[in-house]
Nanobody, 117 residues
């Protein structure tokens, strides 16, 4: 199970940290990611991390502002979001997949982030 939290209402320029508590998955063979969904639009990729190596990838729109990380001891995934923009508004989902898969097959319930101008 994946349980996301940490969303809220903030102003542009503020920071927010999202968390995703993971249980029931042996993460050593998994990638984990964050995605954002905006009403009327599809889901968009935000960031990815390979649990064992810590290797990361980011969407161009968040590079330099967002940082994905994980805590091996607590099995928790994080997304540190700095210098937030109104375009960052949406529901953020954490997800997990086996490294050999192309699609994410475990999803959390989403946490809403609203950035006001």
């Amino acid at each position: 199970q994946l349980q996301a939290s940490g969303g809220g209402l903030v102003q542009a320029g503020d920071s927010l940290r999202l968390s995703c508590a993971v249980s029931g998955i042996t993460l050593s063979t998994y990638d984990m990611g964050w995605f954002r969904q905006v009403p009327g639009e599809g889901q968009s990729f935000i960031a990815r991390i390979t649990w064992t190596t810590g290797g990361t990838n980011y969407a161009d729109s968040v590079k330099g502002r967002f940082t994905i990380s994980r805590d091996n001891a607590d099995n928790t995934l994080y997304l540190q979001m700095n210098r937030l923009k109104t375009d960052d508004t949406g529901v953020y989902f954490c997800a997990a997949k086996k490294r050999y898969r192309s699609d994410y097959n475990y999803w959390g319930q989403g946490t809403e982030v609203t950035v006001s101008s």
